[in-house]
């Protein structure tokens, strides 16, 4: 099961963005089909709201509520939570529900080191697989955010890798196949327990920096396993 995280706001008291989540389906309907034979599914939370709004954490706790809902229609099924934007920091907080096995954060929104309350959490992360992907000209979420974050979930969760997009932005649409690719191997992997292509496998065994830079290669998924 995959539960896909539309982006959000920081802090709004809008109802749910209709825009946010057509644009999460793609990426639903793109994993959903590359697990379809093992019996993958996929679905696009819906939120209660659109904004994190500060210890809220409204996102977060709609993330947990969707795993709740995942375990009590499908049963005992592992769970992966991925989301972009703001999507990403709701997958990476809401990792510690008891059904998640992995979170894939693409471009995740995170606030600056010094305007936050607290630091961004990382101790549910243990014990899961974890994968951040982000462009390098993200103008809307701060890349070296991403990196700062899984430095410190490295320390105490070794299955933490980080790829970079050389040149993209926050959508990640100049390589969207390889990120598309790169997605669906992570979680196939990670919920399936298969082997992960040659470079998701590198970046998971290499230590800090290496496997926390990991460049995304121009066309990814042509021929992943070799």
């Not at 008291?13 to 990426?27: E, F, Q, W």
């Not at 089909?33 to 996929?42: E, Q």
Request: aromatic content about 4%; some cysteine; glycine content about 10%.
């Amino acid at each position: 099961m995959v539960l896909v995280l539309p982006d959000g706001e920081p802090e709004s008291a809008r109802g749910p963005s209709a825009v946010s989540r057509a644009s999460a389906l793609p990426l639903a309907r793109s994993l959903a089909r590359a697990g379809r034979a093992d019996g993958l599914v996929a679905h696009v939370v819906r939120y209660g709201g659109r904004g994190w709004n500060g210890t809220d954490a409204r996102l977060a706790t709609d993330a947990s509520w969707a795993a709740d809902e995942a375990v009590r229609r499908y049963g005992d099924v592992p769970v992966c939570l991925a989301g972009q934007g703001m999507g990403g920091r709701a997958a990476l907080h809401a990792a510690g529900h008891g059904a998640v096995n992995s979170v894939l954060a693409l471009a995740p929104w995170l606030p600056e080191d010094d305007v936050a309350a607290q630091p961004e959490p990382v101790k549910q992360l243990a014990g899961r697989r974890v994968l951040i992907v982000h462009g390098t000209n993200d103008a809307r979420s701060d890349p070296e955010l991403s990196y700062r974050l899984a430095e410190r979930a490295k320390k105490t969760n070794r299955d933490t890798c980080r790829f970079e997009v050389h040149s993209d932005g926050h959508a990640l649409r100049q390589y969207q196949a390889e990120v598309r690719a790169l997605a669906a191997d992570f979680v196939i992997g990670s919920l399936l327990s298969r082997a992960y292509a040659r470079p998701v496998a590198d970046a998971l065994a290499a230590p800090p920096p290496l496997g926390l830079r990991m460049p995304l290669a121009a066309g990814f998924g042509r021929a992943l396993r070799h």
